[in-house]
C-alpha cells in the first residue's frame, strides 16, 4: 500500500482507496487535483484490497491492459468488482476510468464484450447527454466545458450493454457508452481524463503495432496529444474537481 497527497493537502482531507492495475496507469493528471489524501493499492504488486471501504470516503479504480472479465490474468479483479458494487448500494462517491468504468458496468449487471468496431485510440469527440446537465458529476464537468469534450482514448473492449437503472452521460460515435451513472455517486467514463503526455508515450511503445493495424502513425497519435496539451490540462481539472465536490459533499452527509 502506498498513501500519500500533494504536500499542501491537510490530514483531515478525504481518503480515496485509489486502485492501480499495471505501471504508467495511475492517477496522472488528477493526483494533485482531486484534493485528497490517497491510499493507493497496487494489487498486480501483492498490495492487498479491503474488504471493505470503511476508512475510505471515494474509491477510484483505474485502467489496465486486462479485460474487465480476465480474472485468470488479474486474480484481484473480483475482489475490486466486489468492491465497486458495494460503493454502488452504500451511496459511496466512485469513478471507475476506462477498465474501472468496464468493471463497474459488469460488477452492477452490465455487458463488456471485446467492441466490435476495433481500437478506439488517440483524442475522441465526446457528446454529454441532455441527463448530463442535472448529474451532480457531469453537470459540473459540463458547466466548465460545455456538451462536447475531446477525450484521450486506449481501448477495445467496451460497454455493450449499460447495467439496470444506469443513467447514461457521455456519448461517442464509435463506441456509445463511454460515460454513466449507477446509483447515486458512481460514476463509469470510458475516456482518460487523468492521462499525461509521458503515460501516453509508454503507452503508445508498448501498443503502436495495434495502432498500426486501425491504419494509425503512432507518432501523429502522439504529436496529437502534445497538441492538445493545454485542452487535456483542462478536461482533467474539470473531472478532478467535480469529483472532489463530490467527495467532500458525501463527508459533510
Not at 481518503?15 to 490517497?38: F, M, N, Q, S
Not at 486506449?154 to 457521455?170: K, S
Not at 494509425?216 to 472532489?244: D, G, I, N, S
Request: charged share 20%; net charge negative; glycine share 12%.
Amino acid at each position: 500500500m502506498t498513501a500519500g497527497a500533494a504536500a499542501d493537502v491537510p490530514a483531515s482531507a478525504p481518503v480515496l482507496l485509489v486502485v492501480v492495475h499495471e505501471d504508467h496507469a495511475g492517477l496522472g493528471r488528477l493526483g494533485d487535483l482531486v484534493g485528497c489524501r490517497i491510499d493507493e493499492r497496487r494489487p498486480d504488486r501483492g498490495d492487498d484490497l479491503p474488504h471493505d471501504l470503511a476508512g475510505h470516503d471515494g474509491l477510484v479504480v483505474l485502467g489496465g491492459s486486462m479485460a474487465a472479465w480476465e480474472d485468470d490474468v488479474a486474480p484481484w479483479l473480483p475482489a475490486t468488482r466486489r468492491l465497486m458494487a458495494a460503493a454502488v448500494e452504500q451511496g459511496v462517491p466512485t469513478l471507475g476510468i476506462c477498465l474501472g468504468a468496464q468493471l463497474l458496468a459488469l460488477a452492477t449487471g452490465g455487458r463488456v464484450e471485446r467492441g466490435s468496431a476495433g481500437l478506439e485510440v488517440g483524442l475522441v469527440e465526446l457528446t454529454l447527454t441532455p441527463q448530463a446537465a442535472e448529474d451532480e458529476l457531469m453537470g459540473a464537468v459540463q458547466a466548465r466545458l460545455g456538451r462536447r469534450l475531446s477525450g484521450p482514448e486506449w481501448h477495445q473492449d467496451a460497454i455493450t450493454e449499460l447495467p439496470p437503472g444506469a443513467v447514461p452521460l457521455v456519448t461517442g460515435e464509435r463506441y456509445p457508452h463511454q460515460g454513466f451513472r449507477l446509483g447515486e455517486r458512481a460514476w463509469g467514463i470510458q475516456y482518460h481524463p487523468e492521462v499525461s503526455t509521458q503515460d501516453w508515450q509508454d503507452w503508445m511503445d508498448g501498443g503502436h503495432g495495434a495502432v498500426r493495424t486501425e491504419g494509425l502513425h503512432p507518432h501523429e497519435v502522439t504529436a496529437a496529444m502534445r497538441a492538445a496539451e493545454p485542452v487535456l490540462a483542462t478536461v482533467a481539472r474539470a473531472h478532478a474537481e467535480a469529483f472532489a465536490a463530490v467527495v467532500r459533499a458525501h463527508v459533510k452527509d
